[in-house]
Every structure is written in C-alpha cells, then in structure tokens.
C-alpha cells in the first residue's frame, strides 16, 4: 500500500523531451489514469515508475523510499502491459508464476525467495481471484483476449505489490469485453485497496474509471483532478477539448463590456458571460459543452449544416462564425434541416474562457 | 456443370501426371545411381543400361563399407559435424543476444564487420587457413577440420533475427519478473526463438556433413578422412567397380536425407528466414 | 544508473567467441593473402622475396587466372539462369492444394540432401562415355574439352534444383490470395497473371536466390575435382580450382593474389547484382 510521487521529474531521448517536470502525487489505494494523446509521455511516465527507464532529472518515491535509481524488480510494483507480455512457451500457471520464481519479497517481516509451495499457493490464489481455475494448464495461444488479459492481470497480482501499474490494458479487446473488463478492473481495485496508476487515450476508460486523473499533453502535466473536475472546471483549451464527447466547443471572440457586464462577441452574435474579469476588446476563446448549446432566440448566429440521429438524442453540426459547433439536444420534434440559421446560446455558468495564445483557462 | 466437374477432374489429373514426369525427372539420376549400385557392373553394361538391377550384389553395402574404410569416413564426418554444429550454435545465440539487447559501443560496426565476414568463403581464405592450421599441428585433426567454422556470420544474422521478433514488453515483463541476462537467455529468448535455432541446427548440419573443400585441404592421411572426400577415391575406380563408389555416395546422402524428410519444415523455415519477406 | 554502452563487459564476453574465429579464420587471412601477393616464395618454401605489386598486375593479367575466370564464368552462366528457372517451374507447378501434394514437395527438394560430392559421383557415372547413361549425348560429354564444363554444370544444376524450389515454394506460398483474385476479376489468364501478380512479389527472393547461386558458382571446386580433375586439357578448372592448386610454396603468391582476385569479384558481383536488380525489383505493395 504505497503513494507514488514524482518531484520534478524529467525524462529525455537525446533531443526530445518525452517527460518534462512532473510534479505529482498520487495517494496510496487511489485510482490514478494518466490520460492523454497517443505520444504524450505518459507511457514513458508509466515506465518510469515501474523502472524500466531511468529518469534524467527529479526523483520518483514509492512509498517513502526513493526509488530513482532502484532496479525494477526490487520496486515492489507490478505492470500489465497493452499486449500482456505473456510468455508464450510457458503455461498459464507458469506464467503467473514468473514473477516469484528470481524475485525476493517480503514475507513475515524478512526479504527472501518464495518456496515452490508458497509460489504454488500464490497461483492458484491469483487464478481463483480471475477466475482462471480452468485454464492453468494452457498456452498463451489457447486463449481468446479477454483470458490473455485475465493472466496478466493475475501474474500482477501474485507478487502482491505496493501498486498495479497498467499501460492500456483494454486496448486489444473489442467494445463489447472493454466496457466489462472497466467493470471488472474498478471491482478489483475495490477489493485489493492498492494504488492503481493506469494509462491510456481513451477518456471513457479514465472518466469511469479513476478516482483522479492526470491529462497529459505533450510530455507535460495539464490538469490533475477528479473526473467530475477535469470535466467542469479544464483548465486550458488541451483539457478542454480532449475530455467529453463531442468535444468541448471552441469559438474565438472578443470581450465586450455592456451595462456593466461582461458579454463575448462570436461573430455577429454576443454570448452573456457569467462574472468574469476580463478587460474590453481582450480576445478570447469562449469554449461550451455541446450538452449546454441551445437554439434561442438571441446568441450567436450560425448555420445548421449536418444532423446526426442517435435515437436518444441529435448533434446539430453548425457553423457559426467559421468554426464547426456541435450542440446536442434530445429527439424532440422535427429533425431540423440542414442548410438552416439558427441561433444558439447557453446560461453563462457553463461558459469557459481562455487565453488564445496560453490555452489557459480564465477565471 | 457436369461439364465443369469433369474438366477439373481432367485438369487435376493433367497436374497429377505432369508432377510425376517432373519427379521423374528429379529422382532419375539417384534411382539410376541406386540400380546401378546394386548391379554388377560388368553384367550391367552388358544388358545395355536398363533401369532396373542387374545382377544383384546385395552385399554391395558391406564392401563399401569395408572396402572403402567407410565406418572410419562416416566417424570422422560424424565427429567433425557434432563440433562445428555444437559450437556454431553457442557462438551464434551468445553473439545474437548481445546484438539484440545489449547495449555497447561500437555495436553497429561490429555488426557490420561480422557480416562481412559471410564475404569470405572458405575458397578464398584456403591459403592462409591451410597454413595457420599447418603451422598449428593441426592437420589430420578434428581442431584442424573444424577451426574456421565454429563460429559463422549466417547463424549469428539468422538467430538475431528471431531475438528481434521478441516483443518489447516481453523483455520488459522479464525484467519487472527479476530475470537478468542469463536468466532471460534461458528462460525466454532461447524457448521462444526454439523454431528458428532449430533450422539453423539442420542447416549447419547439412553444410557441417556435405562440406569438401576444406577437409580435403586439410586431410592428408586417409584415417582422417571424411566421408565426402572419401567419396572422391572411391569413385575413381575402374568400372568394374565402379557399384562401390555409387553404393558411398549413397551411403553418404543417408544421413542427410534422413534429416530432411524427418524434420522438412525446419530445413524450410531456416531457409527462407532471409529470403522471403512476410 | 544507466548509461549509453552500459553492457560494455558482458557483450564483450558474449562476442569474444566468434570474434576470435572471425579475426583467426576470416580477416587474418584476407590480411595474409594480400601479403602473400606481394612476395614470391622458392620451390622450398625456405625463402621470400618482395615483389610488390607487380606480382598483382602479372597473374591478374595473366593466362592461368584469366581463363580460370573465364571457366567459372562460364560455369556460373550455365548454372544459374537454368537452375532458377528450373526451380520456378517446379515451384509454381507444385504450389497448388492437390492431396498429397507434400510428398511431390518432398521429392522436389530432396537433391539438397546430396552434397557436391555424392551429386558429383551420380553425374560422374551418368555422363561417363564408355558406361553412363547419357554417356554419348555429346552435349554434356565430359571428355571434350569444348562440353565438359556443361556436364560439370548439369551436376550442380541437378543439385541445386532442392534448394532453389524450397525458397521459391515458399516466396510463392507467401503472395496474398487476394492478390490473384483481383488479377482473375480483372480478366487475367494464367501467363498473365503470373506475370503481373506472381513475378513482382517474388522478385526479392529471385534476386535473394540469384546472388546465393551466383556466389555458389563461384566456388565451384568438389565438383570439377570429381567430375573431370579439371580437364580435359585443363578446360574445367575454376578459380577456386586454380586456388587449390597453387599451395606449392613457389606458387603461394600466385594462389593469394587470385584468391583475393576471387574475393574482389565475388563482392563486386553481389553489389552490381543488387544494385541492378532492386531496380527492377517490386517491392510488394
């Protein structure tokens, strides 16, 4: 049961920054995903806790002892990996037993190897939690993807670590197994109370899944948060555009002060803006839920140019001042057709601004 | 359609005949080879070559064998393959691993310079080696027929190949397991890449057994022949012994032949490894 | 802890091995020859003198090495072209789901089980002129100074024909079945389709294939020692032969600078070879 903490910690190949000053913490048993587009960093994040790189800069702690210059096997963490590392030419069973067979742990207070009882017990304790009872006796290639990942996952149990590290762990299987796999995972780190540090792009997996997660772009930290957080508050136009599905909508306008209150203008519309201080004429980007648009009688005036049906609800596709807009509404009434003005606003609660050239939010 | 039925069943009998005028082809020169071992050979000429036995010498095999030495051949040879195949296969697999996952300097030209080592033929290198191994004492040995080629540039090349198929993370989660080099070599790599090793095994084994050149460079007393150039003595008799040399030489392919039909597949994949992509 | 070259030691132990075969047995040697060249030994082998260069330029130039060039030129030409061309035959008319279509497969490739020698004795007795077979098709006659090199050639065709069909079985096996139904929607016939589907993607192997037979024919020995002893009239004897020949002390400079003439055009050959060839060469998709 450990936290893991990053103190300025930078990872650099020759030229290129992959990580550059993490500062993170993450608390012991919490659900941490690292989220963010393919080539971010936060694989190599990932693999800096677990070992398998050595950071350039900053020190990486596991528990309260500094591990940055520690071997991996002697970290006390386990790792899935995206394509299950799974040997093989060794059965399930000698699989899940791999990781005690050269490592020592900690058993009864003293640092030692397992006995081939004990690593006996491990297994089938693992195969049990997984339910793969069954399957001990099997190859790799006997078994469909979901089976493979359930390996994985016991051969990362079995050593019972501080932390479960996971690089993309349902990539590889089809929607149907991922969205029971999401289930299955959370079920587990309910049970086991271990710190999870899980990494992918796909922001379903990590706004279901985490208790906090950490959107990373371009080799650097932009929001750590709860998911309900990161979706409300983002903190620059990266979050903002990559949590939520349709993304967020951006639209570039300027500010405009009238009786007092700050108003934005998109084009020959003006949005109402919610408190804010924000000077007259400074050029924003106002950014709005596709959830929080509405056709209105006032607002900023577009064009419908495609509607996507989902029985449940419609996008509206528009242009409004020559930026692609996305407004979801419910089934209600006629589809409207394509080609039409219309007029869309939202209540200034859920109006975010940020700075053009930062990204970063305002206010 | 009956129409289409039957012109398929004729096509694949027209395929069915055409292969077997091709095997025909293929297998005439060992199966007159064969007939021609088992015959005497006076009696053979004399009927006008026909393609079956003429005047059996069943113990054509015995003779051959006592005659030409050839269980003392077949030793040497067997000797003298068991080395450079053993060996070959510890150099390639130690030097493929450290190709493929260690680290070191100057690992791109040393790569380089041990493939260009496959540019040196022992044809080419004859001279000097026959001295250095002359100047050794090593004549009429096994050091002597085995130095140049226990390690070989082929192996290393074939082998790194199959090390370069493992996965990233399968190196990864041996290293989270605790496994170091050695631990690595024997657990994983090696199990895993067992096909292709295999292939290069049969593949050194037949050029270990069918080799000429050298061991005829290097054997200068008959004990210490080989079975291959045993084979050149041997069939520079007369006619009217010439079944003898026949029935070596087939002797001689046994072993091979043995290996190829028994393990095809990994003579195959050994040797397509380089040549056909996908 | 980690740092670029870390496994300094342990590749160096783990390389050791072949490099000192390679070093002792590959590149010594070529050192050697080149010096061997440059001197001239007496009948004993007792004394050496400097000759430098001009020994290079005198045999390169010379009689013994131009025709045994000439030889192994030929020999390459009537082996490769025949045996490739052979190989794809039997290839493409055994790459097709017939039952027991494996036992063809094994037949086709069983002549790599005979070595240079064993395929040497068979041809030795098939094309002798008084009792072989095919002893007075004068085509192939080994007594003639003018046919014998072709019936060296017959052998090492018959015996690359195994190893020739296996590769190109197999670049034929790993062509995509889409690829031929796409050319049979397009309306091709069989010629065409090979020529436009089978051809392109097995070009590398082609090209694989020719090099390795090409450096085969380059080393033509076993063979001409067993068939003819490099007649009649010295008309069969290849470079290598040549080579062989030359250990005498007093011609030890003459044998190293023909080895390293050998060396030279064998790598010149395979680099033209690939340089030409890729060109026309496709590249699968």
Known sequence: MSQIVFEGVSKRFGETVAVDRFDLHIHDGEFMVLLGPSGCGKTTALRLVAGLETATEGTLRIGDRDVTGVEAKDRDIAMVFQSYALYPHMTVSGNIESPLVARRMHVDGELRKLTKAERQQRVVEAARVLGLDELLGRKPAALSGGQRQRVALARAIVSRPAAFLMDEPLSNLDAKLRAQTRLELVDLHQRLSTTFVYVTHDQVEAMTMATRMAVVVGGRLQQVGTPKEVYERPANLFVARFIGSPPMNTLAGIVEVRDGEPWVRVGEGVLRLGPIAAAEGRSVVVGVRPEHLQPSADGVAGEVRAVEWLGHERHLVCDVAGERVTVREPTVGDDPMSGRPVRLAADPAHLHLFDPDSGERLG | ?278 | MRHRGKDGLVAAALLVPSAVIFAAFFFYPLYRLVYLGLHRQNRFGTEERWVGWSQYREVLTGDEFTEGLQHTVLFVVLTVPAGLVLGVLLAVAANRPLRGIKVFHTIFASTVASSVAVASVIFLWLLNPQVGYFGDVGFFSLSDPDTALRGVALSSVWQNLGLTFIIVLAALQAVPEELYEASVLDGHGPVRRFLTVTLPLISPTLLFLVVVLVIFGFQAFAQVEILTGGGPAGATETLVFKIFQSQQPAQLGTGAVMAIGLFVITVVVTLVQFALLSRRVHYGR
């Open chain 2, 1 to 278: 359609m009956a129409a289409e039925v039957v012109q398929a069943r004729t096509t694949k009998v027209a395929w069915y005949v055409l292969l077997t005028a091709l095997s025909v082809v293929v297998l005439a020169p060992v199966c007159l080879t064969l007939v021609r071992a088992l015959s005497t050979p006076a009696s053979y000429v004399r009927e006008g070559l026909p393609p079956w036995p003429v005047d059996v010498q069943w113990d054509v095999w015995s003779r051959a064998f006592t005659d030409g030495e050839l269980g003392r051949k077949l030793l040497v040879s067997a000797l003298v393959t068991l080395v450079i195949v053993v060996c070959q296969l510890l150099t390639a697999v130690l030097a493929a691993y450290a190709f493929t996952f260690l680290d070191f300097p100057l690992r791109r030209t040393l790569f380089a310079l041990f493939m260009a080592t496959l540019m040196l033929p022992i044809e080419v290198t004859l001279i000097p080696n026959v001295q250095t191994v002359r100047s050794w004492g090593w004549l009429n040995s096994v050091p002597g027929l085995t130095a140049p080629f226990l390690a070989t540039a082929f192996g290393v090349f074939l082998v790194r190949q199959g090390f370069l198929g493992i996965p990233r993370d399968l190196r990864d989660a041996a290293q989270l397991d605790g496994f170091g080099h050695l631990g690595f070599l024997r657990r994983v790599a090696v199990p895993v890449t067992r096909p292709l090793i295999a292939s290069f095994a049969v593949i050194a084994f037949l050029s270990a057994w069918n080799q000429y050149t050298w061991p005829r460079a290097v054997v200068t007393e008959e004990r210490w022949e080989t079975i291959q150039i045993g084979l050149r003595s041997l069939s520079a008799r007369t006619v009217d012994e010439s079944n003898i040399g026949m029935a070596a030489a087939l002797i001689a392919a046994v072993p091979v032949l043995t290996v190829l039909v028994l393990l095809q597949r990994h003579l195959v994949r050994g040797l397509t490894a380089g040549a056909v992509k996908g």
